[in-house]
């Protein structure tokens, strides 16, 4: 079992940059994968990025590809999304969450553990 709970969201400028974090407890922290989706309003909530393990691999949707970054601090129990060359279309609330099984995976029906969500807002 992990809990999970996201923060940093806010109100920024296009262009402009947010980090947001996930702070997990339970002591199998680091033996998790990791991953963030994002949810607008009157969508599904789609794949951003995930992470293994140990931090050695990640995958991005070709959206968030370059401008997105996903790391974590299993010392400190924690997953990071930075956000760079923000666009309105980036507006979404932001969940991160954690899968079981050893593979890095796109589909939200993988993840079986989900923080509350934090508001990413992209004004123009």
């Known amino acids: 079992q992990v809990q999970l709970v996201e923060s940093g969201g806010g109100l920024v400028q296009a262009g402009g940059s947010l980090r947001l974090s996930c702070a997990a407890s339970?002591?199998?922290?680091?033996?998790?994968?990791m991953g963030w989706f994002r949810q607008a309003p009157g969508k599904e909530r789609e794949f951003v990025t995930t992470i293994s393990w140990s931090g050695g691999s990640t995958i991005y949707a070709d959206s968030v590809k370059g401008r997105f970054t996903i790391s974590r601090d299993n010392a400190k129990n924690t997953v990071y999304l930075q956000m760079n060359s923000l666009k309105p279309e980036d507006t979404a609330v932001y969940y991160c969450?954690?899968?079981?099984?050893?593979?890095?995976?796109?589909?939200?029906?993988?993840?079986?553990?989900w923080g509350q969500g934090t508001q990413v807002t992209v004004s123009l």
């Open positions: 339970g002591r199998t922290f680091s033996s998790y994968n």
């Open positions: 969450a954690a899968p079981v099984g050893r593979a890095l995976r796109r589909e939200k029906e993988a993840y079986a553990y």
